[in-house]
Every structure is written in structure tokens, then in C-alpha cells.
């Protein structure tokens, strides 16, 4: 269930100074938060685990199993599942989730990698 050995495309990610980037995506997480497949090849690859970003994202657990966690990049800010304060049900593979939290991107100028929140 949104593992990370099915599909994972390619699909665009804005950050909050309206930069366009790329990044892979398992398939089912991507559509469960509407993400946009991304049709341009030469946007920049969107450095998820290091460099200078680290991207928004939405936490979810399942609904029927609360030890099923899921943490899931958001390539838009306006995002209906993202710019809300409250909890929204989603499908991953069949399995429905409820959103419980969400943290907005963070950005450290100069490279290296955004420090971790306190």
C-alpha cells in the first residue's frame, strides 16, 4: 500500500517562491493528494533528502489500522488536502486514511540541508 516499489513517476513540485521542480513519487501516494505528473523533462530534480529543501508534506494514518503511517509530499501549497485546518479522508490503494497534521516547506539558502524543526 503506497509502497516504494510499485510506480513512481514523475510529478511537479512549486515551492513557496513559485519555483518549479520535479520529483518521484510512488504512484498511488500521488494520487491520493492530487499531485500533477510533471511533462517538462528539464526541471531541476527536487532534492528531497538533502541539499537546501525539504518539501510540504501531509501526515495520514489509516483508518483502520493506526500503526499504518504515511508522510506524503504535496507538490502544490494551494493543495484542497494541504491548505486546510482540518482532517480530510483519502484513498491510498483501496485504503481509506485520515489526514492528522501537516508541515510546510522549509528552505535553508547557501545549500546544505534545512535544520530539523525543534
Do not use: C, H, W
Not at 519555483?19 to 531541476?44: K, M, W, Y
Amino acid at each position: 500500500m503506497g509502497n516504494t516499489l510499485g510506480p513512481r513517476p514523475t510529478y511537479q513540485y512549486t515551492t513557496d517562491s513559485g519555483r518549479n521542480i520535479r520529483f518521484r513519487q510512488d504512484e498511488d501516494l500521488a494520487t491520493a493528494v492530487g499531485n500533477t505528473a510533471s511533462t517538462s523533462g528539464p526541471l531541476q530534480q527536487l532534492p528531497i533528502n538533502g541539499a537546501y529543501i525539504a518539501p510540504r508534506v501531509v501526515y495520514a494514518v489509516q483508518s483502520s489500522d493506526d500503526s499504518v503511517r504515511k508522510t506524503i509530499v504535496v507538490g502544490e501549497a494551494n493543495n484542497s488536502i494541504f491548505d486546510t485546518d482540518n482532517s480530510q479522508t483519502i484513498t491510498i490503494d483501496g485504503e481509506q486514511f485520515t489526514t492528522t497534521g501537516r508541515r510546510g516547506e522549509r528552505q535553508q539558502f547557501g545549500g546544505g540541508t534545512p535544520a530539523e524543526p525543534d
